[in-house]
């Protein structure tokens, strides 16, 4: 399959060059779009054929959900059972944004989209693209991240490229993505608010809005064995580059001098070690490969750099990675949760 590159640099000009990918979507294919979080892989939520299509071109487990993506807040009434008012205000106050609120679903909704669950999580992007091509298709977009299954996510039309050429007809170039890690994900079907996955509406911000928001123990844990997914992005390993990821939490100080310590006897071993530091401790580096994924007073900035830094260890070919740990509050929680996956739950307590 021959995939077609088309860049979109204003959508409301380029309405022709979309809706050719809004046919594909429409006659059942899979077509790769930008969104403010990262690069989306989308199908018609509403047609199991091609929602297969998605799994097929990821090689991804088809126990793990897909998120549905809507251009109108219509639409969302006619996937889901009911909307209680708090969800409501949500909407309101962060669509279009990077926040997925999950509900019971509707009948409408295959059971291909949401992993056998009688639930869907829903939300309305923000990158202009996006919207345009859901709102000329006429259907909502059921759309996991852009990439090989378990590979880091992708922030850019390039990284689509590596890893979507040839299996997906189209992918569209929106550049480089703006939050950079995948939507908050928040069940609203339990007793209280939870977040099953943190992003760039961060649980700060929802409990400003509603009030009490639990975090689902699985943000900074493996799943548990014979326990249902309820959210993409809970797998045990997830965002994950070639080399093995080590997490290292605790004081700055600390951290340093243990990641310093360990690409040293990494060096002897004859391997090259991948450090993943930020802007206040790169130069703290001796030996190894060293990257920041930004300022370490800024998570947000963190957050957007992050899985473009995990390819970037990729192409530079390091044996394994070692990365500092930032303050589990606001989008750090997000950027914790995604390196730790990465590691797989490796993870050194100092």
Do not use: C
């Amino acid at each position: 399959m021959k995939t077609r590159v088309i860049t979109i640099s204003d959508p409301e000009q380029q309405e022709k060059e979309i809706m050719e990918a809004a046919q594909l979507l429409r006659s059942g294919q899979v077509v790769a779009f930008p969104t403010e979080t990262v690069y989306g892989l989308g199908a018609n939520a509403l047609d199991a054929e091609a929602v297969g299509r998605i799994f097929k071109a990821k090689g991804r487990p088809s126990d793990n959900p897909l998120i549905v993506h809507i251009s109108d807040i219509s639409t969302w009434h006619k996937l889901v059972e009911a909307i209680p008012k708090k969800a409501l205000l949500l909407a309101d106050k962060f669509w279009p944004g990077p926040l997925t609120i999950i509900l019971k679903k509707s009948k409408l909704v295959p059971e291909a989209v949401t992993a056998g669950l009688d639930t869907v999580g829903v939300r309305m992007p923000a990158h202009p693209a996006a919207l345009k091509l859901i709102e000329l298709s006429g259907v909502p977009v059921a759309a996991p991240s852009a990439n090989i299954s378990g590979r880091p996510s992708p922030t850019s039309a390039q990284h689509v490229i590596e890893d979507m050429n040839g299996r997906i007809p189209m992918i569209l170039d929106g550049g480089k993505t703006e939050v950079g890690v995948e939507s908050t994900v928040l069940d609203m079907t339990g007793s209280a608010p939870m977040v099953l996955r943190p992003g760039g509406v961060t649980v700060e911000m929802l409990q400003a809005a509603i009030g009490q928001v639990r975090i689902h123990p699985n943000v900074m844990r493996p799943v548990q064995k014979d326990e249902k997914v309820r959210s993409p992005g809970m797998k045990y390993v997830h965002y994950a580059p070639k080399a093995p990821v080590t997490l290292v939490r605790g004081e700055l100080n600390r951290q340093v001098e243990f990641i310093n310590k360990e690409a040293a006897r990494l060096e002897k071993e004859g391997k090259r070690a991948g450090i993943l530091a930020t802007d206040q401790t790169l130069s703290r580096y001796q030996a190894g490969i060293r990257l920041s994924m930004g300022d370490r007073e800024n998570p947000a900035d963190i957050a957007g750099k992050l899985f473009a830094r995990l390819r970037e260890f990729d192409e530079l070919g390091v044996d394994a990675i070692l990365a500092e740990g930032v303050e589990e509050k606001e989008e750090g929680l997000a950027v914790m949760n995604r390196i730790a996956r990465a590691a797989g739950f490796h993870i050194i307590d100092l």
